[in-house]
């Protein structure tokens, strides 16, 4: 190995490099917020700012829906500053990219706690995330929200900072959805399922649910997280079988829904599919006909008009999606419908509990009055903070319930068939954070 | 000449050493957290080393020891409510297991087949962690918070969630694994280590077993890499399957590559500079990794040995 | 379904992946064996190959046009990056690989930046369903596997015969001996790695009617593609070939028997056990 003789200047300039990166890394922020880290939304007025600590996923396999979530955080806190802020302070919105990583998720909580400072923080995802981050802000003592559909806030296994106000869990759905899907579609089942946290939370609802509902799960497929190709999987569909259920995530997603297609053909068993199969793809892409006539479940129905209100129209604008669900400004640009409102709801849901609780600075009595408050919720009522629909929550097990939808696929797009109601979705709480100490 | 310069090793280690002691009272708490993180994936980074810069085996899969020590003391913790030091044990005798089984069967090989055997092996761990989720739970890992007895220390209890504790938990582990190596790289095992790296058939005709040698390489290696994973479950409060990924095989391979592989202090240095690249780039922007890629390349081109190395070659050639 | 079924399935899938695999691979073949180095960056050229002819396709309609864009444009890049980083690096190996390591990072951010986080398709150029006794397959993912091998076979005429050819054989073989007898070893390295990078965008390009370019697809290809190599056996571009025929089969093949995170384990260790029995690979010519 034949490197030329680093003259001292050069190394001096190398040290230079680290030792400005390690100053740059240790000292305190600037006062005046800067840098493309922080979203700015109006200028402050009445009071100082609230910063909010935003944790994200803008890499990894959780970019796409990081980048909606952004969206929706925005508009939201736009939306929420323009009427006044939250208890007359302006919205300040604190992101961090935790890279779709449990590791580093952890490592984002402790910069937003530690170094910005936030108030509390909100917006987590993915499960595996939310279970490696959520430890470390039960430790910094922060209330810590997110918006995950994983069945981990409810199961009690967290801790009592962490809530899930804003979105429904993978139990509820199922709870309200299944009895459905046996009696209109077909009693014999076979699952295919990601081979990881989310994955599982729909197998192990239908491992002890299938035989109270009538129905017999006939084959679980759990697919490895990373693979690309699934048609060699599909030989294990045993003939006979009524209904293929089907949520898969990450980028194979298109893949899996066309050779699906191309592999039955026309004499196909029923399908159903949970709308993540779909998100962030656009349902007239090439070789997604087959899904003509099948069926899925959406958290919040992605074509205007499923769920016709003024707030989901307000909602709608205001985050800029356009009646088939994609970005007014891209409509190749598809929006995860489904799971975004999860994020304005929760900034509603923030709003309404600093405004009850008189929640002033970071501090324990604050905080405690945060979570005392935001646990005596019983209700949060439909309104343009929650245009996906009323919400019941409950405190025991911080997490809400609302009600789901069921759609068909008709012309290249979905239409609503079926709306459950909250009661449907209710099981009975397993875990009670509010006997823990804080 | 090593003898001139004993003092002086001693002296730079120890300096490190006393350096990180000191900082703890120094930053600000974002930084202690973190400066903790990258003590124990330092250590991490030592083991690699041991295998990469001394012996010259380059593996992709060390993901698999650094995750066994994980599992080795998480599972334990969590389903069976083992003290810490116990957990650690059995986390070092998990990894150390398994690298006895891995290095029979790999070290047949070498070169680049070595690198792409390694990382099979590896894919087969992260893939049986992901197939046994009903015990390890897979993917989504969890949480060892509020099953971590205090450890009593004479008539101190102290416990593992509290800072100062884990900043010092991860230094303890650093300076040991720190010591360890500088040990090895200068006692004679070490120096067969270095004779097999440059030339094993030479090495083999002068009578050393160097399949044994690089055996002993690798469970040493594998050994350190199961210990700093189980400290890191530990301070972390996480384990999941995501750490048996190869990108945890990756990450110390660059660590050591970029601080300078064949140098002790070279793993801590290159951990410190990626970590606190990533994490000052991601203040500027949300598109850092084009920042931190491009500080790679720069780093490399400027300091193709290694920055440790670097500075050796140029001011300090007696440094092991 | 009936076993025939089940293996037919599986032979067929076999056949597609390795044919994309070896095409992707042999493009490793190429820059490991000539240049002696570690690009850790490959999967990123196939990357970029599925992406821009993504945009090539969506902006002109025509799959053809992209299937020629791509590779050109992941070679120019190909270019660019060794003359502005691995010539001034020397093509040290573990600096390569340090280095390799950071392009990954920028491609992969640049293309977040730009292309996005989605996965997307084309339509393929032309679509037609086979109908099997058991199940439907799509006959453009044999059209695929022909095209493939028959620009592998494109690939081993220009190797064995050409000059070009030659010149690599004689760098891969013994680099000093080659530059000895007057080889232009440096201007071979150049070529060496644009063509690898152009093998593997076009592969990357062929794929996206089938599977979306998404812009984490790199490490995947990476690693398939290195194993086959190493399998195959260094010097051996018949042994690349074998190597991945075997390796997609026996995925498939596996895949029809066991649960698929099972069929995974089973597969990645019976070809470590393989790797472990022949050190060399199965064709291998000389050491690693």
Known sequence: ?438 | ?320 | MTLEGRLVLALLEGTVTGCILALTALGLSMVFGVMRIVNVAHGEFFMLGAVSAWYVTSTTSSFGLALIAAPVFVAAVAVLVNWVILRPIRYEPQATIVATIGLLYIIQQVVLSIYGPYARTVAPPFYFRIDFPWFGYSGYKLAVAGLAAALLWAIWRVVSTTTLGLYMRATQQDQEMAQAFGVPVHRIFAVAFALGAALAGLAGALIIPIQPAHYLMGLDALLASFTVVIVGGLGSLGGTLAAAFLIGLSDGIVSVFFSPTLARIVSTALVALVLVVRSGGLFGTESA
Not at chain 1, 28 to 48: D, E, F, K, M
Not at chain 1, 327 to 339: L, M, Q, W
Not at chain 2, 57 to 76: D, K, R, T
Not at chain 2, 158 to 164: A, E, N
């Open chain 2, 1 to 320: 000449m090593r003898r001139d310069h004993r003092s002086a090793i001693l002296g730079v280690h120890w300096a490190l050493i006393l350096a990180l002691v000191g900082l703890q009272v120094v930053v600000p708490p974002f930084h202690h957290t973190l400066l903790a993180r990258i003590m124990v994936l330092a250590a991490y980074a030592i083991g690699y080393n041991l295998l990469l810069g001394y012996t010259g085996l380059m593996s992709l899969g060390h993901a698999m020891f650094f995750a066994a020590g994980m599992y080795g003391a998480g599972l334990p913790l969590f389903y069976l409510g083992v003290g810490a030091p116990q957990a650690f044990l059995l986390g070092i005798a998990a990894s150390l297991l398994l690298s006895v089984v891995i290095g029979t069967l790999t070290l047949r090989t070498s070169g680049v087949s070595f690198l792409i055997v390694t990382m099979m092996f590896a894919q087969v761990f992260y893939l049986s962690t992901l197939y046994f989720n009903r015990i390890t739970l897979g993917d989504q890992g969890f949480v060892l918070a509020g099953h971590l007895p205090p450890i009593s220390l004479g008539a101190l209890r102290v416990t593992l969630s509290d800072p100062v504790m884990r900043y010092n938990l991860a230094l303890a582990t650093f300076a040991v694994c720190l010591g360890i190596s500088l040990w090895l790289v200068q006692s004679p095992i070490g120096r067969v280590l270095v004779a097999i790296r440059e030339n094993e058939d030479r090495t083999q005709m002068l009578g050393y077993n160097t399949f044994a040698y690089k055996l002993l390489a690798l469970t040493i290696s594998a050994a350190i890499a199961g210990f700093s994973g189980s400290v890191y479950a530990v301070i972390t409060s996480y384990v999941g399957a995501s750490f048996a990924a190869i990108l945890y095989s990756i990450y110390p391979l660059v660590w050591t590559l970029l601080g300078g592989s064949g140098t002790v202090l070279g793993p801590f240095v290159g951990t410190a500079v990626m970590t606190y690249t990533i994490e000052t780039a991601s203040r500027f922007t949300s598109s850092y990794l084009i920042v931190v890629g491009v500080i790679l390349v720069a780093l490399v081109m400027r300091f193709p040995a290694g920055i440790v190395g670097a500075f050796r070659r140029r001011w300090a050639p007696w440094l092991p």
């Open chain 1, 1 to 438: 190995m034949s490197a030329k003789r680093i003259s001292r200047r050069e190394a001096l300039k190398a040290a230079g490099i680290v030792v400005g990166a390690g100053i740059a890394g240790l000292s305190p922020r600037p006062p005046v917020p800067s840098g493309l880290r922080q979203l700015v939304y109006a200028a402050p007025s009445g009071g100082t700012p609230l910063r909010i600590g935003f944790q994200v996923h803008r890499t990894g396999i959780g970019a796409v829906y990081g980048r909606w979530w952004e969206r929706t955080a925005a508009a939201a806190a736009t939306y929420i500053n323009e009427k006044g802020g939250m208890a007359g302070r302006q919205v300040r919105l604190v992101g961090e990219d935790d890279g779709t990583d449990p590791a580093r998720g952890a490592i984002a909580v402790e910069k937003l706690a530690s170094e910005d400072k936030v108030d509390l923080i909100f917006g987590t995802l993915f499960s595996n995330v939310v279970i490696g981050s959520a430890p470390r802000a039960g430790e910094l003592k922060i209330p810590y929200l997110v918006v995950s559909e994983g069945y981990h806030v409810a199961s009690g296994k967290m801790n009592r900072y962490c809530f899930q106000p804003g979105i429904t869990d993978v139990r509820a759905q199922l709870t309200a959805i299944s009895s459905w899907i046996v009696n209109n579609l077909g009693r014999k089942i076979t699952l295919i399922y990601p081979d990881y946290a989310f994955g599982y939370d729909h197998r192990d609802f239908w491992a002890k649910g299938a035989t109270r509902l009538g129905a017999t799960v006939q084959a679980l497929i759990p697919i490895p997280p990373t693979e690309t190709s699934f048609t060699k999987y599909f030989s294990r569909i045993p003939a006979d079988t009524e209904v293929l259920y089907h949520v898969m995530v990450g980028p194979g997603v298109p893949t899996f829904v066309k050779e699906l297609g191309e592999y039955f053909g026309s004499k196909r068993p029923q399908l159903f599919g949970f709308i993540d199969s779909l998100e962030g793809v656009d349902l007239a892409s090439p070789g997604l006909d087959f899904l003509e006539g099948t069926h899925f479940w959406e958290a919040f129905p992605r074509y205007a008009g499923g769920y016709n209100t003024s707030f989901e129209r307000t909602y709608r604008e205001r985050i800029g999606v356009n009646a088939s669900g994609a970005s007014v400004r891209d409509p190749k640009d598809v929006s995860t419908y489904s799971h975004m409102f999860g994020v304005w709801e929760t900034l509603f849901v923030i709003k309404q509990t600093i405004e009850q609780s008189g929640y002033k600075r970071p501090g324990p009595k604050d905080y405690r009055a945060f979570i005392e408050t935001l646990e005596r919720f019983q209700t949060f009522s439909e309104g343009i903070g929650h245009p996906q629909g009323p919400k019941k929550f409950v405190g025991k097990i911080h997490q809400a319930f609302g009600q789901q939808f069921i759609s068909r696929v008709d012309g290249k797009k979905l239409k609503v068939v079926h709306k459950t109601k909250i009661e449907d979705s209710l099981y009975s709480p397993e875990a009670d954070y509010t006997k823990q100490p804080l």
